[in-house]
């Protein structure tokens, strides 16, 4: 985190100097920018707590403002369909349009005349952090609160709270697939796995390495804005944030943070926290997807993204060094367990079974693999393609600062699974595409395919089976 500046101070130092005609002197300038965060922190740990929390609620109410102005947040599921354990789907385009346009004309129009017109919705824009310049992980409440009652530990935050609106995110607790026992369907009972019930899940069900690896993925150890110091976000010092804290049951509760590896912080990515499903059949990991094997992203993410790239940080705050050849081994082994939930209507190579699909699903596959282009990135039978494209979204926009986040280039982006996306809202790298129906859209702008209305419904409907 940047240490706190003092605006009230600077802004006298500066009168003081202008009237004696110093105006120019190096002291009144903004001192120099910096890869690193402050080590020493010069407020106490009262002040600084004191301080953010009383910033806490106009921070959130201009976040909140910013949703409200991008989407529509409310609650309207689709009729008859819900995630794998029940959860309603929300249906849909949420993304609002800007004046005097309509989703058809924009389809029509080239990346030009929408820069010019200022026509591309601000939904479709890079999503800031709840709060861009502090960053940091933020869970939902609905998880802290369990966790609180599993663990007696509180991933709460004095300073921000989680933006989305709960029936934006993926069902709590999610089912977890074995790609060892799927003749067990859903082992996970309907419970968070934790710390103190892994035990009892998964004895007689992994061999012990994988039971010590999963062991290792629900055991909390410091991070960035949990842990011991004066320079947190918790209230109390804090045992820290668990892998499985971010993957919730290997999956995701849409958990957010900010990418580690980019700087300045205004450059820098929300993350939606990807599902851990399916990660034995992907090659790329991390943010700037620089690690090869999941074993790579299960050590360097605590060395790492758990104290935002600081590796000085790290050290002050608690860096877990796990051992390479015994705890990251047995930890990458669980994760290459979990497996995509059931999709009944795909035969064994990822395709639909004639015999089980709708005619407007039937539709939507032509679609998908013709007219939508969406298998030029997302290939079956697990519907990616295992590298990283750049979509280049900034030539429909001119580069602008949005609370806090400077919404310019993406750069190349993974192309994530596609199978079970029905139960991983929200969508992009980021999150800034709620529903399915934002994705549809927001493609058929990017990639100008020129879908007509009946067109995208189809798409969404085949989407929905895999």
């Keep these: 985190m940047r240490q706190p500046r003092q605006p009230r101070l600077k802004s006298l130092w500066v009168v003081c100097v202008t009237a004696l005609g110093l105006s120019g002197l190096a ?36 976040h909140r403002s910013l949703l409200e ?78 966790l609180k009652r ?56 992994l061999n012990p390495k994988q039971l010590e690896g999963l062991r290792l993925l629900v055991t909390p150890f410091p991070q960035q804005q949990f842990n011991q110091t004066e320079d947190r976000r918790s209230a109390l010092p804090s045992r820290g944030v668990a892998c499985l804290d971010c993957h919730s049951n290997g999956h995701t509760s849409a958990a957010t943070h900010l990418v580690g590896d980019i700087r300045p912080q205004q450059f820098r990515h929300r993350i939606d926290t990807p599902t851990l499903r399916g990660v034995n059949i992907q090659r790329l990991f991390g943010s700037q997807r620089a690690l090869k094997s999941v074993e790579d992203f299960t050590e360097f993410e605590q060395r790492a993204a758990y104290f935002d ?35 009944p209507k795909l035969d064994i190579f990822g395709r639909l079974d004639p ?10 596959e032509a679609l998908f693999f013709g007219k939508a282009q969406c298998s030029s990135c997302h290939s079956p039978p697990y519907y990616t393609d295992n590298t990283m494209h750049n979509l280049q979204v900034e030539r429909f926009f001119r580069p602008q600062m949005i609370n806090g986040r400077f919404a310019s280039a993406d750069g190349p982006i993974k192309t994530f699974p596609l199978r079970g996306i029905k139960d991983s809202p929200p969508y992009l790298h980021d999150g800034r595409l709620l529903t399915l129906e934002d994705s549809v859209e927001f493609f ?16 969404v409907a085949f989407l929905r089976v895999l």
């Design 355 to 364: 015999a089980k699909a709708t005619d407007q699903e039937k539709r939507g």
């Design 444 to 459: 058929n702008i990017v990639l100008q395919t020129k879908l007509e209305k009946q067109e995208k419904e189809d798409l």
């Design 150 to 205: 599993l663990e007696q530990r509180d991933l709460t935050r004095f300073d921000l709270d989680f933006d989305l609106p709960d029936h934006f995110v993926p069902e709590f607790p999610a089912p977890i697939f074995l790609t060892t026992r799927p003749d067990l369907g859903d082992v996970s009972k309907g419970k968070v796995v934790n710390i103190n019930n892994y035990f009892e899940l998964f004895n007689g069900i």
């Design 69 to 146: 102005q991008r989407y529509d947040l409310s609650n309207r599921p689709v009729a008859g369909l819900t995630m794998t354990r029940g959860k309603p789907v929300q249906g849909g385009v949420r993304a609002r349009l800007p004046s005097g346009v309509t989703w058809e004309e924009l389809g029509t129009m080239t990346p030009e005349q929408i820069r010019e017109r200022n026509a591309f919705p601000i939904g479709f824009l890079p999503l800031p952090h709840p709060n861009h310049p502090e960053g940091g992980m933020l869970f939902p409440q609905f998880q802290i609160d369990e």
């Design 27 to 62: 002291l009144a300038a903004d001192p120099p920018p910096s890869s690193y965060m402050p080590v020493v922190i010069t407020e106490t740990f009262q002040a600084i707590k004191s301080r953010m929390e009383g910033a806490k609620r106009g921070v959130m109410q201009r």
């Design 309 to 343: 790239g600081d590796p000085v940080i790290a050290t002050k705050k608690g860096i877990n060094i796990l051992d390479r050849g015994h705890q990251v081994h047995a930890m990458g082994e669980f994760q290459a367990l979990l497996d995509f939930p059931p999709a």
